[in-house]
């Protein structure tokens, strides 16, 4: 006689492996989702840094990035006094050029302000980095005065990638 077909214990045993390796996926999924969270808060912030140092040499005057608090940053440029501003970053009184772009995890920043000048130079020199639970593969930015680049914080530094 001709066996046709799948037995019972067939079936169970390849429906029990589809769903091991689902959850199995999910969890991957999970913290695949995580990491990438991260690296797209850290990519938009490096643009935003990289766009205010580009528009202030464009526009000649000198450009603020301020942190309001761990997890929120904006951008001004030095309008006042007019028409070229002083130098010294006024929340009420220079333009905001960025609205304040709130992230979802905390931002380790200890250099207060950051200044762009009219050449597109950066002070001070230090490193933002994003304190996460994941492990994405960029977390953290390096600023030095001629370069702005994105990399991975390993527990002391930032090395860029």
């Known amino acids: 006689m001709k066996d046709h077909g799948i037995t019972l214990v067939e079936l169970i ?5 589809i769903g091991i390796l689902a959850v199995a996926l999910s ?3 999970i913290g695949w989702m995580g990491s990438y969270r991260v690296e797209s808060q ?3 912030m490096y643009v935003d840094l990289m ?3 580009a528009r202030a040499m464009q526009r000649n005057r000198i450009h603020f990035v301020n942190f309001p608090n761990t997890t929120s940053y904006r951008i001004f440029e030095d309008t006042d006094p007019a028409p070229d501003g002083d130098g010294i970053l006024q929340i009420a009184n220079d333009a905001q050029v960025l609205p304040t772009k709130t992230i979802q995890y905390a931002l380790s920043w200890g250099g207060g302000n950051i200044t762009f000048d009219n050449r597109g130079l950066v002070s001070p020199n230090g490193t933002i980095s994003v304190t996460s639970t994941v492990n994405p593969d960029y977390d953290c930015i390096v600023l030095f005065a001629t370069r702005i ?3 991975k914080w390993n527990g002391s530094i930032c090395v860029a990638k």
Request: neutral net charge.
């Open 13 to 17: 045993i390849v429906i029990s492996i």
């Open 42 to 44: 850290v990519k938009e």
């Open 27 to 29: 969890f991957e999924f």
């Open 149 to 151: 680049n994105m990399g």
């Open 51 to 53: 766009n205010a140092r």
